[in-house]
Structures are given as C-alpha cells and as structure tokens.
Nanobody, 120 residues
Framework: QVQLVESGGGSVQVGGSLRLSCAAS????????MGWGRQDPGKEREEVAT???????SYADSVKGRFTISRDNAKNTLYLQMNSLKPEDTAMYYC??????????????WGQGTQVTVSA
C-alpha cells in the first residue's frame, strides 16, 4: 500500500536550513503528484510546495526563493530544502501524494509528519 515517511525535521535558529525527506513506498514517486504541506496548531493547513509528474514545481508565496522541492526518482524520495528559515515556518510538515493531481487540498495520501521549529 502507499506509504509516505518523512524525516529531517528538527529545531533550528532563524536563518538556518533544514532538508526534509519523504521516502515513498508502494508506488513510484514519479507516477504521482507530490507535495509538502504544513500546519501549526490553531492555524489552517497550508500548501507549501508541489511537484508534478513532469517535474514542474509550484510554491506558496511565503516560501518562494527560500524553499526548493525536488524528487529523486532512483531513490523514490521527495525532498524539501528549506533555507533562510523564519519563526513563522514553525509547523508540522507533511509529505503528500496523489495520482489524480487535482488541488493539493484534496491529495489522498499523507505521511505522519515531521516537526520543524525555528527559534529566534
């Protein structure tokens, strides 16, 4: 069955960097649209970045120029490189996937999440 397992979260100071990884199993990552979302308690779930089957990417305005989504098809793994981190980036980050490739909010498959905390 489809499984997404995130790793790479942690605590970092303002301006620091982290790279999140998402190991996909049960399907080929290249056959799906994949993305990263985040949610902080008390806030709405937010789309961060997506990548489609062709490798085209999209980003939330709040992370453009700082975050980069990528996919290694040989490793069947999705990544999110996060640079110049800000306190407002603090959240649980989720790896997501869908074969229909509609709106991100309707992506069917979600990982368990990895916590990112940015402190001043």
């Amino acid at each position: 069955q489809v499984q997404l397992v995130e790793s790479g979260g942690g605590s970092v100071q303002v301006g620091g960097s982290l790279r999140l990884s998402c190991a996909a199993s049960g399907f080929l990552a290249s056959s799906a649209c994949m993305g990263w979302g985040r949610q902080d308690p008390g806030k709405e779930r937010e789309e961060v970045a997506t990548i489609d089957r062709k490798g085209s990417t999209s980003y939330a305005d709040s992370v453009k120029g700082r975050f980069t989504i990528s996919r290694d098809n040989a490793k069947n793994t999705l990544y999110l490189q996060m640079n110049s981190l800000k306190p407002e980036d603090t959240a649980m980050y989720y790896c997501t996937a869908d074969f229909f490739c509609g709106a991100w909010s309707e992506y069917k498959y979600w990982g368990q999440g990895t916590q990112v905390t940015v402190s001043a």
